[in-house]
């Protein structure tokens, strides 16, 4: 006769595990705390804010112009892990609605209604900044700087500076520009305000950093070249320079043979030494340097060694 508590555990896992320990939440409800309800307002730049939901991993928000019964444009579509988005539109009737998710379960959706009214105003307006993003890291020197349209704005200043000074004051009408910055390594900090003739925004401002030094070449410490390990165990040690520019990591490539053909392991170490277990047999092994900024140094010498476990 078959064990019924060997069949409870089929039962079990055939379910899943992620339906087991994840919780329901599709009987919450997302509380909208801004723009409240029916609200009209000039300001076209709104942070649409939402409570946290317990037990949920994202949000989806959703913005439909006039609504979502009679829908004619669908402005928005976008799913994040936070509660607050800070978005831009056009003078309209709008609505705007969210819903929390995890992996297996999700909420109705909470709707509000907004209506953005003209104005030549732009004194309360935000300009929202798309790239470069805030502390981004980059090796090029080419830089697309990029930013939200206000209806209201005739033109945009655009301005960099690295180190806090100055190095690029710039009128435009566009809202996308590509430029090469006349330095080379360091930080820099980019800012944009809109105008018209009556009115300007606050600027609005972030930092990246650019590196475009090469991490410099490991040397391999450990174990010798050529040496032989009674154990099935081996530790890779290796030399790292100190870092002259963004964070790094070094990449360790070990294989079966000298060829470099087959790989057996490549990890990611954020130190300088890696420790692992493989069978008896030769092995190559080299390691190189990599930054945040994606600058690739060259690989170091490529050592063998032996393992003889008893």
């Known amino acids: 006769m078959r064990n019924p508590s060997i069949y409870i555990v089929l039962v079990l896992l055939t379910i899943g595990c992620s339906d087991i320990f994840v919780n329901d939440i599709s009987e919450s409800k997302v509380v909208l705390l801004a723009p409240h ?33 009679q829908t004619e444009r ?23 609605r969210v819903r929390a998710l995890n992996s297996v379960y999700e909420t109705e959706y909470s709707v509000h209604s907004l209506v953005i009214d003209s104005t030549p105003d732009l004194t309360n307006e935000t300009v929202i900044l798309y790239t470069p993003v805030e502390n981004d890291t980059t090796n090029s020197l080419t830089q697309n700087y990029y930013w939200n349209k206000l209806y209201n704005a005739e033109n945009y ?32 900090t980019w800012k944009v305000n809109a105008r018209n003739e009556i009115s300007e925004t606050l600027y609005s401002q972030r930092s990246y950093f650019i590196d475009i030094t090469v991490p410099e070449k490991r040397t391999l410490i450990s174990p010798l070249n050529n040496s032989i390990i009674n154990d099935s165990v081996v530790l890779c040690v290796w030399n790292s320079p100190p870092i002259s520019g963004s964070s790094e990591y070094d990449s360790l490539y070990i294989y079966s043979n000298e060829s470099m053909i087959t790989v057996i392991e490549h990890a990611k170490v954020t130190g300088n030494q890696y420790e692992t277990e493989l069978e008896n047999g030769i092995y190559y092994w080299r390691v190189k340097g ?16 032996e393992l003889s476990a008893k």
């Open 290 to 305: 990599i930054d945040k900024a994606g600058n690739r140094g060259e690989f170091s010498e490529l050592w063998s060694f």
């Open 37 to 69: 309800n029916n609200l009209e307002t000039t300001i076209s730049t709104n942070t649409f804010w939402w409570d946290y939901v317990e037990d949920a991993e994202k949000y989806q928000l959703q913005i439909a112009t006039p609504d979502f019964i």
């Open 74 to 96: 669908l402005i928005l579509d976008t799913t994040i892990s936070g509660n607050q988005f800070l978005f831009n539109l056009n003078p309209n009737k709008y609505e705007w």
């Open 157 to 188: 200043n655009l301005v960099i500076l690295q180190e806090g000074v100055p190095i690029l004051d710039t009128i435009t009408s566009e809202t996308s520009i590509s430029l090469s910055v006349p330095e080379t390594q360091g930080s820099y």
